[in-house]
């Protein structure tokens, strides 16, 4: 199932529910998040590739993939996978994975 918004698409198995124009996942509340926070990072901007709302630890949230660009060791282009975590009942970060190499990229404007 895909649920979209006026920014994104998200990828869902999850069963839905619509009450009182509120969207429900386990009967929790989720929430929207703003586009400019999914593709913000603390050193730049990325592009999503993907996002997907699941069930964690029994709390829907929300995986998103994204991609930035920079230069690894300040010499060479790279495309940077990172892979974050959001609660989707309050649209609040919690967790970011990145290659353990990331303190050594500088991220493009």
Same mark, same amino acid.
Do not use: C, H
């Given at each position: 199932? !895909?649920?979209?918004?006026?920014?994104?698409?998200?990828?869902?198995?999850?069963?839905?529910?619509?009450?009182?124009? =509120?969207?429900?996942?386990?009967?929790?509340?989720? #929430?929207?998040?703003?586009?400019? #926070?999914? /593709? +913000?990072?603390?050193?730049?901007?990325?592009?999503?590739?993907?996002?997907?709302?699941?069930?964690?630890? =029994?709390?829907?949230?929300?995986?998103?993939?994204?991609?930035?660009?920079?230069?690894?060791?300040?010499?060479?282009?790279? +495309?940077?996978?990172? /892979?974050?975590?959001?609660?989707? !009942?309050?649209?609040?970060?919690?967790? +970011?994975?990145?290659?353990?190499?990331d303190f050594?990229?500088?991220?493009?404007?």
């Amino acid at each position: 199932m !895909t649920l979209e918004s006026k920014d994104y698409k998200i990828n869902t198995v999850l069963s839905l529910e619509l009450m009182d124009n =509120s969207i429900l996942v386990s009967n929790k509340e989720i #929430v929207l998040i703003d586009k400019s #926070v999914l /593709e +913000t990072i603390y050193r730049g901007k990325a592009e999503i590739k993907s996002l997907d709302l699941i069930i964690e630890d =029994s709390l829907p949230v929300y995986l998103v993939k994204k991609e930035i660009s920079g230069k690894l060791l300040g010499i060479i282009n790279i +495309t940077e996978k990172i /892979e974050s975590k959001y609660y989707a !009942t309050t649209g609040i970060i919690y967790k +970011t994975q990145k290659p353990w190499w990331d303190f050594l990229v500088l991220y493009n404007s």
